[in-house]
Nanobody, 125 residues
Framework: VQLQASGGGLVQAGGSLRLSCAAS????????MGWFRQAPGKEREFVAA????????NYADSVKGRFTISRDSAKNTMYLQMNSLKPEDTAVYYC???????????????????WGQGTLVTVSS
C-alpha cells in the first residue's frame, strides 16, 4: 500500500485548502482512512477519519464544522477540505490507512498501518 499526500501550501487565516491522498496497492474495502497532523514541537494528532466502505466519518473537536473528509472510490483518493483555516492549523498533514479488522480507536495513530509522506499547511495570521 502506498499513500501520497498533496495539496498543502501557504494560506491566509480564513482561507481554504483541499488536501488529497492518493492510495494505491490494493482495494480498500473495509479500511479506515485518516488524516493526522503534527505541528513543530508537538505530537501527532488526529484530524479526521472515514470508513472507505460506507463513508461514515469522525472529526477532532478542533476541526468540526470547518473540515470535511471524503473519498472517491473510483479514484482511490481521499480528500480533506479545510475551510476557515486558523494559524493553529499550521502543521504537516499526514494521511494514513488502517486495514481490517480494526480493533482500536480511529483517533489513535497506532491504529494505522500505512502512512503517507506528509504535506505542509501553513496558515498566516
Amino acid at each position: 500500500v502506498q499513500l501520497q499526500a498533496s495539496g498543502g501550501g501557504l494560506v491566509q487565516a480564513g482561507g481554504s485548502l483541499r488536501l488529497s491522498c492518493a492510495a494505491s496497492g490494493r482495494t480498500f474495502s473495509g479500511y479506515i482512512m485518516g488524516w493526522f497532523r503534527q505541528a513543530p514541537g508537538k505530537e501527532r494528532e488526529f484530524v479526521a477519519a472515514i470508513r472507505w466502505s460506507g463513508g461514515t466519518s469522525n472529526y477532532a473537536d478542533s476541526v468540526k464544522g470547518r473540515f470535511t473528509i471524503s473519498r472517491d472510490s473510483a479514484k482511490n483518493t481521499m480528500y480533506l477540505q479545510m475551510n476557515s483555516l486558523k494559524p493553529e492549523d499550521t502543521a504537516v498533514y499526514y494521511c494514513a490507512a488502517a486495514r481490517p479488522p480494526i480493533r482500536s480507536a480511529v483517533a489513535t495513530p497506532t491504529t494505522y498501518d500505512y502512512w503517507g509522506q506528509g504535506t505542509l499547511v501553513t496558515v498566516s495570521s
